[in-house]
T-cell receptor, first 111, second 112 residues
Framework: DAGVIQSPRHEVTEMGQEVTLRCKPI?????LFWYRQTMMRGLELLIY????????DSGMPEDRFSAKMPNASFSTLKIQPSEPRDSAVYFC?????????FGSGTRLTVV | DQQVKQNSPSLSAQEGRISILNCDYT??????FLWYKKYPAEGPTFLIS?????DKNEDGRFTVFLNKSAKHLSLHIVPSQPGDSAVYFC???????????FGQGTRLTINP
């Protein structure tokens, strides 16, 4: 089992550009979560899916953020346009029956 | 509105001694609490948990204490080891809910 796979590991982009973060959950896990880690707020839940359906997106900062899960093995988090304040580490996690497994994260820097 | 708070961004302890990490929460409906450990460049990993029906749970060197009246939980590590140096996140969930609410994290450094 390769665990939760996120790509890219690091992303540096210019303000105004579109950024797409990718996640492959563990096979058989039916829930997928996107979190953002910042110094001030720790790990914030952005959105989560259950059986590929978005359940709670109340943590998505604003309309510039969108997330999709077209199938059970893939999810994307898109930021368009990106801003410097979006710089953070973004984690994807998957779970089944409550046990979370996190990916290694994507460190995003918007300059 | 931070429902789970870790008020100490960092703390240090001596190898072999006790480390105590603290966490406060505001939502009295939380009924399940967890601690995660995170090393640099890795995702958080599950460490230990406790249900609201208990006030203590122990797993080897790690013990979590829950004080529901104070809405406070703590993680005790005894004895502390250099490999315990990491960021520790406290998390909570509501009954039947899948999502976890995390705190800001506390960076623990174990000194030799």
């Amino acid at each position: 089992d390769a665990g939760v796979i996120q790509s890219p590991r690091h992303e540096v982009t210019e303000m105004g550009q579109e950024v797409t973060l990718r996640c492959k959950p563990i096979s058989g896990h039916n829930s997928l979560f996107w979190y953002r880690q910042t110094m001030m707020r720790g790990l914030e839940l952005l959105i989560y899916f259950n059986n590929n359906v978005p359940i709670d997106d109340s943590g998505m900062p604003e309309d510039r953020f969108s997330a999709k899960m077209p199938n059970a093995s893939f999810s994307t988090l898109k930021i368009q346009p990106s801003e410097p304040r979006d710089s953070a580490v973004y984690f994807c996690a998957s779970s089944i029956r409550g046990g979370y497994t996190f990916g290694s994260g994507t460190r995003l820097t918007v300059v | 509105d931070q429902q789970v708070k870790q008020n100490s961004p960092s703390l240090s302890a001596q190898e072999g001694r006790i480390s105590i990490l603290n966490c406060d929460y505001t939502n009295s409906m939380f009924d399940y609490f967890l601690w995660y450990k995170k090393y640099p460049a890795e995702g958080p990993t599950f460490l230990i948990s406790i249900s609201s029906i208990k006030d203590k749970n122990e797993d080897g060197r790690f013990t979590v204490f829950l004080n529901k009246s104070a809405k406070h939980l703590s993680l005790h590590i005894v004895p502390s080891q250099p490999g315990d140096s990491a960021v520790y996140f406290c998390a909570a969930s509501l009954r039947g809910a899948q999502k976890l609410v995390f705190g800001q994290g506390t960076r623990l450094t174990i000194n030799p």
